[in-house]
T-cell receptor
């Protein structure tokens, strides 16, 4: 079954507004990663947060992780039209060879 | 230079045919993957190779056969194509196969089976 589930499925905002996307997962993780996918392209890694971290920043991106609630959020501040894309969370596990499990993504549309 | 490149970008073929997708990475990574993305954008891992050795083999029909001639290349051959195989197939690579390092994706191969 799917591990990560993003919420909302779709988000439509105006340029300059902030966008918040959430990800919930079911089992203990080693890390959680966020990816962006532009239409017709592959996924691009944005940020990785480890299970012992609570918050991480990268430019206009802020990711939080709450392991007690098994949830993470991605905040994009001062959004731009170029941020229009699908955003996916993926959960990673420790111990041996493991696969990243992706959620179904949030489709973000930023209108000029 | 493209880090993970896969060919072809588009593949349109008829049911019953056999086709291959090729992937190459120039990042020096040890691990490569094939993912399938369906029409609802759900991304599911199919196979993973670490230094030419198969390490992850999900429940995939045996019509799908991956091959890794060296750690920089991972190809996917599909026999007897079916309508349900229509999807976008992504190749990816990572430094390790432990699920603790980021994945680098190719731009995908859109397969349409008619």
């Amino acid at each position: 079954s799917q591990q990560g589930e993003e919420d909302p499925q779709a988000l439509s905002i105006q340029e300059g507004e902030n966008a918040t996307m959430n990800c919930s997962y079911k089992t203990s993780i080693n890390n959680l990663q966020w990816y962006r996918q532009n239409s017709g392209r592959g996924l691009v890694h944005l940020i990785l947060i480890r299970s012992n971290e609570r918050e991480k920043h990268s430019g206009r991106l802020r990711v939080t992780l709450d392991t007690s609630k098994k949830s993470s959020s991605l905040l994009i501040t001062a959004s731009r039209a170029a941020d229009t894309a699908s955003y996916f969370c993926a959960t990673g596990f420790s111990g041996g060879y493991n696969k990243l499990i992706f959620g179904a993504g949030t489709r973000l549309a930023v209108h000029p | 230079d493209t880090a993970v490149s896969q060919t072809p970008k588009y593949l349109v073929t008829q049911m019953g045919n056999d086709k291959s997708i090729k992937c190459e990475q120039n990042l020096g990574h040890d691990t490569m993957y094939w993912y399938k993305q369906d029409s609802k954008k759900f991304l599911k891992i199919m196979f993973s190779y670490n230094n030419k050795e198969l390490i992850i083999n999900e429940t995939v029909p045996n019509r799908f056969s991956p091959k890794s001639p060296d750690k920089a290349h991972l190809n996917l051959h599909i026999n007897s194509l079916e309508l349900g195989d229509s999807a976008v197939y992504f190749c990816a690579s990572s430094q390790t196969g432990t699920g603790t390092t980021p994945l680098h994706f190719g731009n995908g191969t859109r397969l349409t089976v008619t």
